[in-house]
């Protein structure tokens, strides 16, 4: 039943679809035969389409139906060239006809590769800053967005605005939904996924949570240092809030702590968007297994943390492993030259 009333309330939201929906979960034996695995399967987020996918095309649904609600007319971005949210953001703007602007720092790759070659062929504007700190790129795009503002426009400021955090967990708890309607249908009865940590992260442990899913575990590796998970009460929260304003059957408020979570930084290496030699291993197992290709910054990464989770038992024998392959192809080819030298 509590299944039944989540879908119902997600199903109110305004969402603009335009995602390929349900994707994939792709079995892995030979992958799952070299890792002594009962069975893997990988959820092929990399495939949802548009602008050659990933789970941010999910979280963009939901972004773009209170976009066009709330009749926004511009939006201010501000990520780094690397970036699939950037890629992503773009190419969601474009076919929904609404112009944007991209704030990008310089610290990571900006040659014309992957995703940045596909930001310029898109035609996006794109304004470069010269700070490497986050949190003053941040600034920027806001004040960016304060100025056309005082110009007319409306503005929707990604970095500012607080549906940015809450569609991400609520088009995650969507896909919590998605994958219990696969695993019903595989059989599958004992689960332990693998991700890279996130807003996506937390809809899925979330869903766990409210759903009482005491079969699944969650192990989230973190790509990256995120000061935002400090706040991940207020965020799931802030999403729960949110669903329930939409329906007279509310659901329990019954938010994340740090204890609910697996989330595991270990395999963060030296920085963001820098690889491991474990990374770079997990890439290239994955791509002669199975014929998948992961990308560097994220779910290279997160399958470095399965492969050894596996390695050192951390594996239950008789669960199921499912790892959520998020996107980011286009990296592959900006990080060619890190993929291809013996580490």
């Given at each position: 039943?509590?299944?039944?009333?989540?879908?119902?309330?997600?199903?109110?939201?305004?969402?603009?679809?335009?995602?390929?929906?349900?994707?994939?979960?792709?079995?892995?034996?030979?992958?799952?035969?070299?890792?002594?695995?009962?069975?893997?399967?990988?959820?092929?987020?990399?495939?949802?389409?548009?602008?050659?996918?990933?789970?941010?095309?999910?979280?963009?649904?939901?972004?773009?139906?209170?976009?066009?609600?709330?009749?926004?007319?511009?939006?201010?971005?501000?990520?780094?060239?690397?970036?699939?949210?950037?890629?992503?953001?773009?190419?969601?703007?474009?076919?929904?006809?609404?112009?944007?602007?991209?704030?990008?720092?310089?610290?990571?790759?900006?040659?014309?590769?992957?995703?940045?070659?596909?930001?310029?062929?898109?035609?996006?504007?794109?304004?470069?800053?010269?700070?490497?700190?986050?949190?003053?790129?941040?600034?920027?795009?806001?004040a960016y967005g304060n100025k056309l503002k005082?110009?007319?426009?409306?503005?929707?400021?990604?970095?500012?605005?607080?549906?940015?955090?809450?569609?991400?967990?609520?088009?995650?708890?969507?896909?919590?939904?998605?994958?219990?309607?696969?695993?019903?249908?595989?059989?599958?009865?004992?689960?332990?996924?693998?991700?890279?940590?996130?807003?996506?992260?937390?809809?899925?442990?979330?869903?766990?949570?409210?759903?009482?899913?005491?079969?699944?575990?969650?192990?989230?590796?973190?790509?990256?240092?995120?000061?935002?998970?400090?706040?991940?009460?207020?965020?799931?929260?802030?999403?729960?809030?949110?669903?329930?304003?939409?329906?007279?059957?509310?659901?329990?408020?019954?938010?994340?702590?740090?204890?609910?979570?697996?989330?595991?930084?270990?395999?963060?290496?030296?920085?963001?968007?820098?690889?491991?030699?474990k990374s770079i291993n997990a890439i290239k197992?994955?791509?002669?297994?199975?014929?998948?290709?992961?990308?560097?910054?994220?779910?290279?990464?997160?399958?470095?943390?399965?492969?050894?989770?596996?390695?050192?038992?951390?594996?239950?024998?008789?669960?199921?492993?499912?790892?959520?392959?998020?996107?980011?192809?286009?990296?592959?080819?900006?990080?060619?030259?890190?993929?291809?030298?013996?580490?």
């Open positions: 039943m509590l299944t039944k009333e989540l879908n119902k309330q997600i199903s109110i939201i305004n969402r603009i679809k335009f995602a390929n929906l349900p994707t994939p979960l792709h079995e892995c034996p030979t992958l799952s035969k070299a890792l002594n695995i009962k069975k893997l399967f990988v959820k092929r987020e990399d495939l949802t389409g548009l602008a050659f996918g990933g789970n941010k095309v999910r979280h963009l649904e939901f972004r773009f139906g209170y976009i066009k609600k709330h009749n926004f007319d511009i939006i201010v971005n501000a990520n780094m060239g690397v970036s699939n949210n950037a890629r992503l953001w773009a190419a969601a703007a474009n076919i929904n006809n609404i112009k944007l602007v991209n704030l990008m720092s310089k610290e990571l790759k900006t040659e014309m590769q992957g995703n940045h070659l596909l930001n310029h062929l898109m035609n996006i504007k794109i304004i470069y800053s010269d700070t490497t700190n986050e949190q003053i790129l941040h600034q920027e795009a806001i005082k110009q007319g426009y409306k503005p929707y400021i990604t970095v500012a605005e607080e549906y940015n955090e809450i569609a991400a967990v609520i088009s995650y708890l969507n896909t919590a939904l998605e994958l219990n309607n696969q695993f019903q249908k595989l059989g599958l009865k004992k689960i332990h996924i693998f991700q890279a940590s996130g807003s996506s992260y937390l809809g899925l442990a979330l869903a766990k949570k409210i759903l009482n899913f005491t079969h699944w575990k969650i192990t989230g590796i973190g790509p990256r240092l995120q000061p935002r998970m400090r706040n991940i009460r207020e965020i799931t929260n802030k999403a729960l809030n949110y669903l329930n304003k939409k329906s007279n059957n509310k659901l329990k408020l019954d938010y994340l702590d740090y204890k609910d979570l697996n989330w595991d930084l270990s395999f963060y290496g030296q920085g963001y968007g820098i690889q491991t030699e197992l994955v791509a002669e297994k199975e014929a998948i290709f992961l990308d560097p910054i994220y779910t290279g990464k997160a399958m470095s943390g399965l492969i050894e989770y596996a390695n050192s038992n951390k594996i239950d024998r008789d669960s199921s492993v499912i790892f959520i392959h998020s996107g980011g192809t286009p990296n592959l080819f900006t990080y060619s030259n890190e993929l291809l030298s013996d580490l």
